[in-house]
């Protein structure tokens, strides 16, 4: 059975920090492309970071260009987010994804707030 399981996420004040986590199991991650989206209240999904299965290719959203960090530990078979200097507008529910799969994780809720 193939899933991806969530963790992470929670209450943070604005300029902190929340890593994720997407532990992925029934596949290999080695061969595969991994990313990160977003769903803010009331807007649509957004694509937040992904990266190549061969680590060559990593793209970020410009809104989080330098304070995001997506990697992966293969032994573990785990895709982590790593969110720093958080702002308000990152508010929303973090999903990562299997890139061009319907092989979803359950989603994290991120609030950034004082």
């Known amino acids: 059975q193939i899933q991806l399981v969530q963790s992470g996420g929670g209450l943070v004040q604005p300029g902190g920090s929340l890593r994720l986590s997407c532990a992925v199991s029934g596949l290999n991650l080695d061969y595969l492309a991994i990313g990160w989206f977003r769903r803010a209240p009331g807007k649509g999904r957004e694509g937040v970071a992904c990266m190549s299965s061969g680590e060559n290719t990593i793209r970020y959203a410009d809104s989080v260009k330098g304070r995001f960090t997506i990697s992966r530990d293969n032994a573990k078979n785990t895709v982590y987010l790593q969110m720093n200097s958080l702002k308000a507008e990152d508010t929303a529910d973090y999903y990562c994804?299997?890139?061009?799969?319907?092989?979803w994780g359950q989603g994290t809720q991120v609030t950034v707030s004082s």
């Open positions: 994804n299997v890139i061009g799969t319907a092989y």
